[in-house]
Structure formats: structure tokens, C-alpha cells
């Protein structure tokens, strides 16, 4: 099947909604867990909805807003419809859902929905669906046009003229779907006894109408429904992203490399169910305490994580020396021993060994890469190990603009497939990014050439571990073992390879078109029963109004097709089984009752396991004491973060980052902790030949401000410091110290005479936010503080002797563009 766009499609449903469509019908329910089996009585409407309402489902749940429906009705009481504007007639034809992205507010209109006492005729509706979607659509020519007509085929219609219809359609690549309610289908099978004349009118037009037409299809709407819950996977068009593939070193030795342009896009993609989310219910306020019963409604809000931070104090002052002795478990105890702490009080911290190594700016320095796909070298196809592909496999093509990549790509690949090679490639997806190891291996089909690219572990990443050989056993003396009751006898290995072959399946599915016969499993038939069956009671508790009246229906059989194995494959080894059991002596095991234990299991702490990175343990005090100001501040502990949940209207933030985090050290008579440590044991990041660290800028600026004679490094070291840490991942946690920064550097430039280069920095750092990896959201906030944070201007540098090539309005234009 070949990939379609996702998206980009306007779908019209034409409802009837005459008379007849109020005809009741009895429904089989899913049995109880006793077994009962049980009914619902529901009109046909209602029956047929639930497949527009399904198909409307699908585009809310894709979340494409280039996935697009109208609603028409045929049958209303009114006549509201763009033709019948015009030029009249058309009558009981209702525009009832213009066309837009569908969401729940669709869904709800469509319950509304209820059989009219008026017929109306389905052509005028297809009549005005095409023009409906023709008028929205004039400017979207590339669009996909669908109809959808829901009938039961009971109202009389005119079908004069009806071929100048089926010409618009095809000229208008419209497709067209008919759901009937109780048509016969010969392939399902359904055929309806005592079939009223004009319905048997009716379905065969609407036979004749859907062959005439290029895309055209008629289907009974129980079929319809129970294809709908068909498991299926769409082949999409994924988006070409464009980036260079090098061969060679393109710096040192441009003559000897090439570098080709090439587009990326997906070849697989890894499929998840949708996540679940909670809601709670709604606190009323005193406003809506006082609502009527009768209009009162249960308002629900989603239940978001957040983290509070806790440090246990029960180890320190020999607390817990003393509860082991008193044999004290009370849990009130325990929790006074808990501090909270806040979140700015936090350092992050990455496992080192048995200690945590804190980095206060969140992430250690990236590598320097550079983006796009670098070749490391060859090696023989047959030495790749397929079980250490990982992650999703892409394609690479030329640049579909540019004849001359295409030739130079085909010439690489078709090198690679003439001497059965794969390349070792190096992928960065963006400069900055991390590195990612992979292999690319070439495709030559008759149309194109093209490369495949799929990730490959680092030598870190893998693991080998060895055991005891299986088939030969050493004694102690050395010798070989040949009769153990480890070792299988040669009978035992002739009941397992009878056992193997009766299971096996390769050859016993259905025949194909050659009339050989094909392997029972198919992949492509395969799917994920926790995607599917997910989406499925996703599907189903949106549509219907009561679940429990209208429980989830069972899967559809192609969901279930390989869960269990099949029945002959089964009767097949049983013979075989038996033999296995006979020969192994195989016994069933009487379980064994566990004893729980009456204390939990505690692990002994070590001496030294709360201190890190080799700090000095804290001085001993009596307990309840507090320690003097004087004695060594305690060692930093690690956070536990409990979770809570809270309303979506909850003024604490949403956590992302689940790294361990470190509290600050501070002595105990120091005023409350600032946002960042403020520790000696870190490093204060100073890069050879600079005055200025990372860790602390504003610290080390205004030291060697105090120091004398060193202004004007100084000020350009801070410039550097603060563009390195804005461009740098997870910055926004800095911005408000390094715009304590810039006020800084601002003040001590236009006092130093160091003016021009305040101005050079500041242009210089608008510049980096605005490139593709930079910190827009940080020059946001500079343009908040608006001029005085801008560039010093001429009369501003006047006032203390200094001379700025800016002039006032240029400065004022500067913050605000």
C-alpha cells in the first residue's frame, strides 16, 4: 500500500436522519463475568453514529489539525445549506458541523442528534457535501476529499442527472463510502429478510453509484463497525531533514574528503500506547456551594507530580544510636526527623561511585560536534552482529534538488553493494548534540540509491557475561565428566528434538498465490495488543454515554491471532510431550509456603556512607544540642523527593528532571541558603588564563574588581562567562544570576571606560540567543528590563567622560527589536 500524507484530509458525513432511522433494534452486549449474556435496545441513529463517532475519534486521537470534518444532514426539520442560499430547493438538507478539526464538543453535538419526522433525499445531501467541500477547499487543491453517507436506504430519492455527479466526483477525486444500516453484503455474509421494496431500489443504486466512481465503496454498517476496531498500521510519509554526509576529514585534508548533501527522514518508527492521566475532583468554591442540585455538575481537574524535598536528620547528634538502644519505632518521631527543604537549596548531583559528584550547572560540558553524518570506516557485511542494532532505522537520500549529490551518493552506494560492505558512520543530529555510533548499509532498487542508517551501542553499553559450559563438566581433578545428571542421556536428546519438530510451524499457513505453503506467523499481521486494545476502550468510553450499560465489546480476532498458539500445533506434540515427560521424569513441585517476616530486613549503613566527596565528618554534640557556628558544616545528604499529587491549577511547578539533586552546605548561623552553593569543595570553573569561573561569576568578578588593575580582563572574562552559560543547556535556572551579571558588568564598564566593549559583548549576545541553539527565552528577559540593560549611549557615557558610538534612540531601537 503505497504511504499517503498524513493529515490534510476534509471528510464529509452525510446523516439520514428520516423517520425511519428511529426504528429500534437489539444489541448484543459483551457476556457478564457470570457468563449471562445480555441486550440493549438502541434506534438505528444511534447504532450508525457510533461509527461517525469513531471515525471522528480517530482524528482527535491523531491530534493532526490538517484532519478535518463537516457534518450534513438529510431529514432535518430545517433547511440550512449553502445551495439552497442561492438558488433554493434542496430541502431538509442541514449544515450541522461546518468543517473544522473535530473535538469533544463534535462528539456531543452528535449525541444530540435524534430521528426527525421529515424525509429527506441523500442526493441533494451528496449534492451539497461536494459543494460544501469544494468552497472550503478552493485554495487546498493537494487536500484528500472523503464522503461518508450514513442511511438506512429507506427515503425515496431523485437520481436524475445522477451521472453529472459522479463526473464532479472524479474530477474532484472524491472518494465515497456508503454505510448501510442492514444492507446485504455477500462477503460478510448479511442478507435482510423482508426487505422493503424501496430499500431494495435504493441499495442497488447506491451499488451502481460507487462503481461508476473512481474510489467508491457500499458496506453494511454492522461490518463497518466491526472493522473499525481492526487493528491496522497507516504507512505515512515522513519529513526529509536535511544534513551532510562526509567521507574523510573535510579541515585537515579537504582534498582527500567530500561532503554530500543529503535528507534524513524515518524508515521506522517505535509505536506507544497513549499515556493515561488522573483527574480529581474539583474543590467548589462557596459560589457554587450555593448552585441547585439540578444544575450542580461535577467539575474534574488532571492530577499533576510534583516533588517536595525532604533531608533525614536521624543519623546526625547519635539520634539514631539512641533509638536502636530505647528500641523506639515510633513513626511521629520519625517524621520530625525529616527537614524539608526547598528546591533552590538544591545543587544537582550524578553518581560517582558510592558518592554523588554535585554540578551546579545541571549537565557537565557537551562535546564540540558538528552536524551531520560522518563516515569512519568499512567493514564486511557478514561481521555485522544484527543482535546489537537498536533504536529506529532511518533513511538517507540525496538531496532530491540536486542532481549532483544524487551522483555522488549513488557512486558511495553503489561501491558499498558491489563489495558487500557496511560503514561505521558517526550521526549528530545538531551542532552541540551528542554523538551517536551507527551503521550504514546500502540499498540499490531500480529507481534510486539510498543508504541505511541504524544507532549501534558504544563498547560501554555492552555487556558480555560468561557461564559454565552446558555439555562439558570438569571434576576437580580435572577430568571430563561424560555421565552426570546434568549431562542429557541420548534418549532425552532425541525426545527434545521430537518435542522441537512437532512445534514446528514454518511451513503450515495458508497457501500462497504460487500454492506453496507460507509460515503460520507474519509480522506484518502481528500487533501490539497494548496499543491497539488501549485505543480501542479509548475509543469505545468516548462514544458511548454509559459504560456500564454498554461495556468494552471483546478485541478484534486479528488482535488475538497469535496470543494463543494454534490448536493443531497443539494436538501435534502432544505425543511428543508425553515422550518428555517420560524420559526427563518431570514431577510437579509442591509449593512451598514463604514465612513473612515479622521485622523488615534493615542493611547496615556504613561509617562513611552519608559523606561525599571527602568531607570531614561533622563534630560530635550531645544530643538536642545545637552545634556552635565555629564547628565544620555537616556534609551534604541527599535529597529524598516525595511525591504528591496537585491539581493541574496548582501553583507548583511540573518536575521534569528526575536526576538526584544535593542539598547546599551553609553553616548553621548563616542566613537562609541563595539559590545556588556556595561551597568551596566545588569547582569554580576558571578555564586556563581566565580570572572569572563558571560556578561563581559574580563572586569572582567583584573579587578581582577589588583587587585593582585587572578591570578590563576582568569585564571580558565576564562577557565570556555569561554567553557560555546562556547557549548552555538547562540555563534557565541561571538566568536570573547571570542578569545579575550583566547589571554588574553594565555599571563597572560605564565607570572603567570600558564601554566599547559592553557594547561589543551585548551585540554579540543578542546575536548567540538568536541562533539555533542558542537562549532566545533569555534575551525575553533582558528586553524586559528594557534600557538598562542596553547598549551605553553617547550621553550616558558623557556624564562620566567616556565617548559610545551609539546614540540614544539607537540604544532604545537595539532593546526592542
Known sequence: MPAERAGYTVTMFLIDISPSMGATRSIELPPTPNGEQRTTEMTNLEWALQFVKLKIQEMIFNGRKTDQCGVILFGSEETNNIIHEKNGGYQHVSEYIPIAHPNSTTLAKLVTLQPSENSGDPIDALIVGIETQDIYLNKKRTWTRKIVIVTDGQSPMEIEDWEATVKKMNALAISLTVIGVDFDDDEFPFHEEDKSTIKVENEAFYHKLTSSLDDGLVGTCVFALQEIARPDMKQTKSALMGTVLRLGDVDVRPEEAIEILVKASKCTALARPKSWKKFGRREKTDEQMQVDEEEEKTVFAQLKMRSEYYIDRSTQDGEEQDKMDTGSDDEEDKDKNLEKVEKEQLIRGFKYGSTYAPCPDGQFRRLNTRKGIDICGFFHAKNFRRELAMGEVQYVWADPGAPQQQVALSSIVQAMYEKGVLAIARWVSKDGMDPKMGVLEARVDPNIDYLLWVQMPFADDVRKYT???????????????????????????????????????????????????????????????????????????????????????????????????????????????????????????????????????????????????????????????????????????????????????????????????????????????????????????????????????????????????????????????????????????????????????????????????????????????????????????????????????????????????????????????
Not at 506467523?521 to 450499560?549: E, G, M
Request: charged share 30%; aromatic share 6%.
Open 467 to 817: 557461564f559454565a559450559s552446558l555439555e562439558n563438566l570438569v571434576s576437580k581433578n580435572g577430568e571430563s565428566i561424560t555421565k552426570h545428571p546434568y549431562l542429557p542421556t541420548e534418549d532425552q536428546l532425541e525426545a527434545m528434538g521430537k518435542f522441537i519438530d512437532s512445534m514446528d510451524i514454518m511451513d503450515s499457513g495458508e497457501n500462497d498465490a504460487e500454492g506453496k505453503p507460507v509460515p503460520w506467523y507474519d509480522t506484518q499481521q502481528s500487533y501490539n495488543p497494548a496499543i491497539h486494545r488501549t485505543k480501542q476502550a479509548l475509543f469505545h468510553s468516548a462514544v458511548v454515554n454509559d459504560i456500564t450499560s454498554n461495556p468494552l465489546p471483546p478485541p478484534h480476532p486479528e488482535l488475538l491471532r497469535y496470543i494463543n498458539p494454534p490448536q493443531w500445533a497443539l494436538k501435534a506434540s502432544k505425543g511428543a510431550i508425553a515422550e518428555c515427560k517420560a524420559v526427563f521424569k518431570v514431577k510437579e513441585v509442591p509449593k512451598k509456603a514463604t514465612k513473612v517476616r515479622k521485622d523488615g530486613h534493615v542493611r547496615a549503613m556504613d561509617e562513611d556512607e552519608d559523606m561525599l566527596l571527602l568531607d570531614k565528618k561533622p563534630a560530635a554534640s550531645r544530643k538536642g544540642k545545637e552545634p556552635a557556628a565555629s564547628q565544620v558544616p555537616l556534609s551534604p545528604k541527599l535529597a529524598r523527593p516525595a511525591k504528591k499529587s496537585a491539581a493541574s491549577d496548582s501553583e507548583t511547578e511540573e518536575e521534569s528532571d528526575r536526576e538526584p539533586l544535593l542539598l547546599s552546605k551553609r553553616p548553621f548561623n548563616a542566613l537562609p541558603t541563595p539559590e545556588r552553593s556556595m561551597s568551596p569543595d566545588v569547582d569554580p570553573g576558571r578555564a586556563p588564563g581566565r580570572i572569572i569561573g563558571s560556578t561563581y561569576p559574580l563572586r569572582d568578578f567583584k573579587t578581582n574588581l577589588a583587587q585593582g588593575d585587572v578591570v578590563t580582563k576582568a569585564v571580558e572574562d565576564m562577557g565570556v562567562i555569561i554567553k557560555e552559560v546562556v547557549v548552555r543547556p538547562f540555563a534557565s535556572r541561571r538566568h536570573k544570576e547571570m542578569i545579575e551579571c550583566m547589571v554588574a558588568m553594565r555599571d563597572t564598564s560605564l565607570k572603567e571606560d570600558e564601554i566599547d566593549a559592553w557594547n561589543a559583548f551585548l551585540r554579540d549576545l543578542k546575536e548567540s540567543c538568536h541562533k539555533e541553539a542558542g537562549n532566545p527565552e533569555f534575551w525575553q528577559e533582558v528586553q524586559k528590563l528594557g534600557r538598562s540593560l542596553s547598549l551605553i549611549s553617547e550621553p550616558e557615557a558623557k556624564k562620566l567622560g567616556g565617548h559610545s558610538e551609539f546614540s540614544e534612540s539607537a540604544s532604545e531601537a537595539f532593546i526592542t527589536q
